[in-house]
Every structure is written in C-alpha cells, then in structure tokens.
T-cell receptor, first 112, second 116 residues
Framework: AQSVSQHNHHVILSEAASLELGCNYSYGGTVNLFWYVQYPGQHLQLLLKYFSGDPLVKGIKGFEAEFIKSKFSFNLRKPSVQWSDTAEYFCAVNERNNDMRFGAGTRLTVKP | GAVVSQHPSRVICKSGTSVKIECRSLDFQATTMFWYRQFPKKSLMLMATSNEGSKATYEQGVEKDKFLINHASLTLSTLTVTSAHPEDSSFYIC????????????FGPGTRLTVT
C-alpha cells in the first residue's frame, strides 16, 4: 500500500544544532513532495515543495529538503535550529490524481 | 498567498446532534476541496475529496452518511457531522486546490469538535 513514513516521532534539540527529519514514501509513480509545519495552536503551513527540477529544494525560514529518487526519500534539513522552530512537521506526498497522503508527523522541540 | 478559512474554529455539541463546518477559499477558486481529520499525536487522515457540483469521494472506512459533504460552489465546502458521538470529537481540517496550480493544497486553520 502507498504510504509515507516519518522515522522520528519526537526530536529534541538545543538551539543552533543541525536538524534532519527523515521522510520516505512508497509511491511508485511520479510524485509531488511537500513538507508542512504546524506551530502550536496554528494551522498547517507549507515549508517547501518539490514538483520537478533541482532535487535540492529551499523553503522558508532556512529549511531545505533533498529529493533522492533512488531512496524514495525527501528529508528535511536546517543547519541551525531556533527555539521558534518548535513545531510539528509533516511530510506529504501526492500523485497526479491530487490525493495527498501525510506522514505521522515529527514533533520538534528546540530547547533555548 | 492563497487563504482558506474555516468556521467555526471550535464547537461543542451534545451527542445526537449535528454540526456543520464550513470551509471557504477566500481569494481563489478551488477546483477540489479536501477534508481531513487529525487525531492526537497522529497524522492527518484524508476523509473525503469533493469537487464542486459533484458528489464527494470518501476514503475507505469513512461513513458517507455520517459525514455529509457538500461542495456547492468553487469557494465553499461544508462538512456536516450527523448524529455526533463522543468518538467523533477531533480536529477537522479542510484544504483546497488552487484551480491553476492544482498540485498544491492550501489548508484551513481547522475546527476543534468536542461532542459531550
């Protein structure tokens, strides 16, 4: 079955540490890939997306993600996290039929 | 950017009553709207997909008679939870596709439903 997997349920980091959140999917065809962030008490916001082209995608707030087709992965990275990055992060994948599937989410806690 | 609103943001209702949640695209026309349910500490679960003027397509395991979806216009979709039970308490989120950039979804702020 098609699925999206996020490896880490809860990540705790200190400020200025580097971040990498894993995301793998099992879709076989052409996909669009997304990372969303949900800050406490707020709605989902798009961090970045990949449709085609350069597999290294830069998003808002210093985040980036790399699409590695051979590994079916789309990991999210940030070189130096801030306390304000504390949030829930969701990887999402959709195929051309527009059905979007979400990973289980990763809670990031950044300690000041 | 594209904005999607939901109303109400929070609602408390008694068991057996029905609750309607509205989802509006404010500055664009939405070809398709989606309804999700978010469980505590879990991901978003797609409930149904609705296209303007046609019947919604429900995901497996979602009761269409319980979760009524109406997509009356290109800017409005409604989800009605009928005969609500405490287990229906959840966070319901809608999203919408921009008509042109159809692969991207814009999310509403969600509606917290509590059934007592």
């Amino acid at each position: 079955a098609q699925s999206v997997s996020q490896h880490n349920h809860h990540v705790i980091l200190s400020e200025a540490a580097s971040l990498e959140l894993g995301c793998n999917y099992s879709y076989g065809g052409t996909v669009n890939l997304f990372w969303y962030v949900q800050y406490p008490g707020q709605h989902l916001q798009l961090l970045l997306k990949y449709f085609s082209g350069d597999p290294l995608v830069k998003g808002i707030k210093g985040f980036e993600a790399e699409f590695i087709k051979s590994k079916f992965s789309f990991n999210l990275r940030k070189p130096s996290v801030q306390w304000s990055d504390t949030a829930e992060y969701f990887c999402a994948v959709n195929e051309r039929n527009n059905d979007m599937r979400f990973g289980a989410g990763t809670r990031l806690t950044v300690k000041p | 950017g594209a904005v999607v609103s939901q109303h109400p943001s929070r609602v408390i209702c008694k068991s057996g009553t029905s609750v309607k949640i509205e989802c509006r695209s404010l500055d664009f026309q939405a070809t398709t709207m989606f309804w999700y349910r978010q469980f505590p500490k879990k991901s978003l679960m797609l409930m149904a997909t609705s296209n303007e003027g046609s019947k919604a397509t429900y995901e497996q395991g979602v009761e269409k008679d319980k979760f009524l979806i109406n997509h009356a216009s290109l800017t409005l979709s409604t989800l009605t939870v009928t005969s609500a039970h405490p287990e229906d308490s959840s966070f319901y989120i809608c999203s919408a596709n921009d008509r042109i950039y159809s692969y991207e979804q814009y999310f509403g702020p969600g509606t917290r439903l509590t059934v007592t």
